[in-house]
């Protein structure tokens, strides 16, 4: 019998619409990141576990290669530093938290991965209210302390889902800072963290032929999908983005949590 048969490749051209599914919700997630700067790995996360288009680990594991492609993109087109001297703490924060947050992810998937999918559900509902929930801006940008606890949230959830957004972006958005400054803040906050994922979910539990390989094949959708809408934004502002995104998340993570 081939073993090729059985290969990735071989399902990719056996069920291509499938494959060109998976690159739609890529093309989505990363214009919806690009416009608003976060929620890149909730929307792709929902989106394929929504239709069965791939495994929670698998699309986890192609999110992280997929954030790091879009941040690198992202500064490329635009040229501006990011806010290094602001994000300091809540990067070393999140940066030792996402260790803790593989390590769930290897005992999830040993032991209950029968629940990795209603964990993560559960884990979008809760994003969506608090994308929706922020209050007003702070009269003055916050205190390390705060950054830190925020980044140390956000690693958490970025090592164990590939997504390390809400935390983060709830803290941010209620600093009196610039749309761009918090775009570019979350941006690199989410690529910091999506390089150590890679690294310690490769030394510890391996990323997949099949992950491997629909990364590769989004690459180029998210490189010229964040080009093409920086060059092009749509005249839709970040206030009404936002509800609409969370609207998304929540409806598909009530789904995956009602399977």
Avoid at 72 to 97: D, N
Avoid at 212 to 240: E, F, G, I, N, Q
Wanted: aromatic share 6%; with cysteine.
């Amino acid at each position: 019998m081939d073993p090729f048969s059985f290969s990735p490749i071989a399902e990719v051209v056996s069920s291509p619409a499938t494959s060109l599914s998976f690159l739609l919700c890529v093309a989505v997630a990363t214009y919806v990141q690009t416009l608003t700067g976060f929620a890149f790995g909730l929307v792709l996360l929902s989106l394929v576990a929504t239709f069965e288009l791939a495994t929670v680990a698998d699309a986890a594991n192609t999110a992280t290669v997929l954030t790091l492609i879009n941040a690198v993109a992202f500064f490329r087109a635009e040229r501006q530093a990011p806010p290094w001297k602001l994000m300091r703490p809540a990067l070393i924060a999140s940066l030792l938290t996402v260790l803790v947050g593989v390590l769930l992810l290897r005992w999830i998937s040993n032991n209950a991965s029968a629940w990795l999918e209603t964990a993560l559900g559960v884990a979008i509902v809760v994003c969506a209210i608090t994308l929706v929930a922020r209050k007003r801006q702070a009269p003055r940008i916050g205190p390390p302390s705060g950054f830190a606890m925020a980044g140390a949230l956000s690693g958490l959830m970025g090592g164990l889902f590939g997504t390390s957004g809400p935390p983060i972006v709830y803290h941010l958005y209620r600093q009196p800072l610039a749309t761009d400054v918090v775009r570019r803040a979350l941006l690199v906050m989410f690529a910091s963290n999506a390089g150590m994922r890679l690294v310690l979910v490769v030394l510890s539990i391996g990323m997949s032929p099949r992950a491997l390989l629909l990364s590769a094949l989004a690459v180029p959708v998210v490189h010229v999908t964040t080009r093409l809408t920086l060059k092009a934004p749509p005249p839709v502002p970040a206030r009404v983005m936002r509800p609409l995104v969370a609207g998304l998340l929540a409806l598909t993570g009530l789904a995956m949590v009602a399977r």
